[in-house]
Nanobody, 124 residues
Framework: QVQLVESGGGLVQAGGSLRLACAASGRALSMYAMGWFRQAPGKEREFVAAISRSGGITSYADSVSGRFTISRDNANTGYLQMNSLKPEDTAVYYC??????????????????WGQGTQVTVSS
């Protein structure tokens, strides 16, 4: 089992930046691929970014490519650096772990473990 806890969310103006962190306990996060997903009010959860276990493979949604960067350290923490934020980035952001460790999976169904989410609000 892996327990995931997100942090770093908050309120920011458009054009600003935030850095989300995903801290894992239980089994080592380094065993798994990890991803970030988000869900805006009234919308379905959507893929944001993913990274393979080694960190050598990453995937991004078109809507965030070039603005967001996913990374991970060698211990139990993953990150999502979000720059040039837009109001449409407002959502609850979730980190997830699992899936094939050698891929950066984009489908939520491929992830076994999920955090509780952290709210990101971007004002115009």
């Amino acid at each position: 089992q892996v327990q995931l806890v997100e942090s770093g969310g908050g309120l920011v103006q458009a054009g600003g930046s935030l850095r989300l962190a995903c801290a894992a306990s239980g089994r080592a996060l380094s065993m798994y691929a990890m991803g970030w997903f988000r869900q805006a009010p009234g919308k379905e959860r959507e893929f944001v970014a993913a990274i393979s276990r080694s960190g050598g493979i990453t995937s991004y949604a078109d809507s965030v490519s070039g603005r967001f960067t996913i990374s991970r350290d060698n211990a139990n923490t993953g990150y999502l650096q979000m720059n040039s934020l837009k109001p449409e980035d407002t959502a609850v952001y979730y980190c997830a772990a699992g899936a094939n460790p050698y891929r950066a999976a984009v489908r939520s169904s491929e992830y076994y473990y999920w955090g509780q989410g952290t709210q990101v609000t971007v004002s115009s």
